[in-house]
């Protein structure tokens, strides 16, 4: 405890160091929250099952499938554009910049998602009027929105998408809340009530709006900087393959274009063909009655 504590102080001062803007008293503050918290408990916010379920069956097979079937052109635009190979063979996509930044992502997040709902259950109410801070309602709701956000950030990475990909994101969020409902059940308690005691929390914390709300603003501020650095980046300054997939979408749209000109071209000559096909005059023979016999007196 005394190890972690260190080390989380450390974690702590490395942050303030990184944001400028900071004052010193705002590390003392935070270190002071800390020890408070050491005193108080030494828990972990998250139980050991979570985190072995978290690495094995949540996280691991998106991951997976996307390093397997992800592509970021077709291979057919691979052998037309040689270049595209250049920042694998350069070391461009995996290097130190690269590493830290995935570094300073994750502690982005992680910081975002402990204290966004530590700031909202600290005055939170449930339906009943009951406090909502509790130490398994405030781990079910960080574990949610961990999952959730991870899973969002694996499908902004996915370029390709497959069945099996739609198959092992969905699959690692339904399993998620299943295995969550199920170690919160009656059966679990029933044969081993002293790992799994806390029956139906899980539901009852589900069952809340405003730990759906704090999951959706936690996802969303953690997943809007990503997308704005993207959107960006594809806009200012954009990657080869970037510029090859666009151009394969504006190729699809004018084939698609070309194929619905030419069917109301067709269309249009069938319905115009009779008009053209006379001659000019019969038109007024019939008029006039030149064409019609005279009846016989």
């Not at 379920?53 to 291979?75: H, K, R």
Request: with cysteine; hydrophobic share 45%; charged share 20%.
């Amino acid at each position: 405890a005394a190890r972690l504590q260190e080390y989380a102080g450390e974690g702590l001062r490395t942050l303030v160091l990184a944001y400028k803007d900071l004052e010193e008293s705002y590390y003392e503050d935070w270190a002071e929250r800390l020890r408070r918290a050491a005193l108080g408990s030494a828990q972990t916010v998250y139980d050991q099952y979570f985190i072995t379920l978290y690495n094995i069956v949540y996280t691991s097979l998106p991951v997976l499938a996307m390093g397997v079937f992800d592509q970021d052109v077709p291979e057919q635009r691979s052998m037309e554009y040689p270049k595209l190979y250049e920042p694998g063979q350069l070391n461009l996509l995996f290097n130190k910049r690269e590493f830290f930044i995935c570094i300073a992502q994750g502690i982005y997040t992680s910081v975002l998602m402990f204290f966004i709902p530590y700031g909202v259950f600290a005055d939170a109410t449930r339906d009943d009027g009951a406090q909502l801070a509790d130490y398994q309602s405030f781990a079910v709701t960080v574990a949610t929105s961990l999952v959730i956000v991870v899973s969002v950030q694996i499908g902004l990475d996915t370029g390709f998408w497959t069945a099996i990909n739609h198959f092992f994101i969905w699959g690692s969020l339904a399993a998620y809340f299943a295995i969550l409902f199920a170690m919160h059940s009656d059966g679990l308690f029933q044969m081993f009530p002293n790992q799994f005691r806390f029956v139906g929390n899980a539901q009852n914390t589900l069952a809340q709006p405003t730990v759906w709300l704090t999951i959706a603003l936690t996802t969303v501020v953690c997943i809007m900087p990503v997308v704005a650095f993207r959107f960006l980046k594809l806009d200012l300054k954009p990657e080869l393959s970037d510029t090859v997939r666009y151009t394969q979408l504006v190729r699809k749209k004018q084939k698609t274009q070309h194929r619905c000109m030419r069917r109301v071209g067709r269309a249009g000559s069938r319905r115009s063909g009779y008009a053209f096909s006379h001659q000019e005059g019969f038109g007024e023979l019939i008029m006039s009655g030149k064409n019609m016999r005279l009846s016989s007196l």
